[in-house]
């Protein structure tokens, strides 16, 4: 069974850092493609990043890149998403996906955390 865990969501002013966290148990996700989606108000559901299993590749959506960096420690079964210069259209639920496909992972992944809110206040 694959178990995702999101932590680390809250409250900052524009231009703020925050660092959300995953946590997954099981073997598979050890070893799965992971990554970050998030759904705002009023908006569809959108991949932000995404990393490979060894965490050799990555990917960012145009809107935060050079913002935000996804990394993982596969010792520890976690996935973090560090957002830096947030912006209020950054507001959202941000949700830990993972799937064994790198490509599915940011297109509809088979695994999804429960969702963490992150506001960002102008």
């Known amino acids: 069974q694959v178990q995702l865990v999101e932590s680390g969501g809250g409250l900052v002013q524009t231009g703020g850092s925050l660092r959300l966290s995953c946590a997954a148990s099981?073997?598979?996700?050890?070893?799965?493609?992971m990554g970050w989606f998030r759904q705002a108000p009023g908006k569809e559901r959108e991949s932000v990043a995404a990393?490979?299993?060894?965490?050799?590749?990555?990917y960012y959506a145009d809107s935060v890149k050079g913002r935000f960096t996804i990394s993982r420690d596969n010792a520890k079964n976690t996935v973090y998403l560090q957002m830096n210069s947030l912006k209020s259209e950054d507001t959202a639920v941000y949700y830990c996906?993972?799937?064994?496909?790198?490509?599915?992972?940011?297109?509809?992944?088979?695994?999804w955390g429960q969702g963490t809110q992150v506001t960002v206040s102008s």
């Open positions: 996906t993972a799937d064994p496909s790198y490509t599915l992972v940011r297109v509809n992944p088979n695994y």
């Open positions: 099981g073997r598979t996700p050890s070893i799965s493609n």
């Open positions: 990393i490979s299993r060894s965490g050799g590749t990555t």
